[in-house]
């Protein structure tokens, strides 16, 4: 099912995205069969919400923020997966999930054992501003 999906997001997003907008990289390894956007990982998990809830999106990625900490704390590597996002709110991406219509898919994540973990990415000191309301 992830091969399948993983090819239908490609093609969806090859026709549906301006070519001036995507760059010659995505252009390339959408064009290439051999790329699979989930990169062969075991599962994936989508998570989704009812379209008309106020902060529907917002809610769905906090979520996936928890769940994607909770798979890191078990020794799990996580992404969220935005080539699949599109093809996934379509009545056809929603079919193959067997998503209600009246759901929105928002978070889909791949969830898995990484080959290795990346470096910490270093961080920029905060700058907080603090307003004087006197």
């Known amino acids: 099912m992830l091969g399948k999906i993983s090819r239908e997001a490609k093609a969806h997003m090859l026709r549906s995205s301006p070519v001036a ?6 252009q390339k390894i959408l064009n290439d069969p051999s790329f699979d956007i989930f ?9 989704s919400a009812v379209s008309e809830i106020p902060w529907a999106v917002e809610d ?3 979520a996936a923020e928890n769940l994607m900490l909770a798979a890191r704390g078990a020794g799990l590597g996580s992404c969220w997966i935005g080539f699949a996002q599109a093809w996934l709110g379509t009545a056809e991406g929603k079919a193959v999930l067997q998503v209600p219509p009246a759901y929105r898919p ?12 990346p470096a910490a990415v270093p961080r920029k000191e905060p700058e ?6 006197s």
């Open 21 to 26: 907008l995507m760059s010659h990289h995505f």
């Open 39 to 47: 990169y062969h990982a075991p599962a994936l998990i989508v998570i």
């Open 60 to 62: 769905c990625a906090l």
């Open 106 to 117: 928002v978070a889909p994540i791949i969830v898995g054992h990484p080959k290795s973990w």
């Open 128 to 133: 907080i501003r603090w307003l004087n309301q």
